[in-house]
């Protein structure tokens, strides 16, 4: 059974930091591209940040750029998302997501984690 488990949301004042991880089991996400997407109350999820897990190439929304940044350790079978000068617009429900780089689309989702940022 394949899990994605979050972990490292949290309540933090505008301009600080949280790190957030994703540990994933039940496969190996060699063929995968891993990312981050959020869902704030009311809006529809969009992307953040990826990254390709044999590669390491990565790809981040326009609002995070400069400040996110998105990192993989494969011994750990982990991937993280530094998030650096937080706003209060960055706050969200933070969602794992690990979908395969060819073929049918298969993915994966994690159960999310809480990101709050005070003004």
């Known amino acids: 059974q394949v899990q994605l488990v979050e972990s490292g949301g949290g309540l933090v004042q505008a301009g600080g930091s949280l790190r957030l991880s994703c540990v994933g089991s039940?496969?190996?996400?060699?063929?995968?591209?891993m990312g981050w997407f959020r869902q704030a109350p009311g809006k529809e999820r969009e992307f953040v940040a990826a990254?390709?897990?044999?590669?390491?190439?990565?790809y981040y929304a326009d609002s995070v750029k400069g400040r996110f940044t998105i990192s993989r350790d494969n011994a750990k079978n982990t991937v993280y998302l530094q998030m650096n000068s937080l706003k209060p617009e960055d706050t969200a429900v933070y969602y794992c997501?690990?979908?395969?780089?060819?073929?049918?689309?298969?993915?994966?989702w994690g159960q999310g984690t809480q990101v709050t940022v005070s003004s």
């Open positions: 990254i390709t897990w044999s590669v390491g190439s990565t």
């Open positions: 997501n690990a979908e395969r780089s060819y073929g049918p689309r298969l993915q994966y």
């Open positions: 039940g496969r190996t996400f060699s063929t995968y591209i």
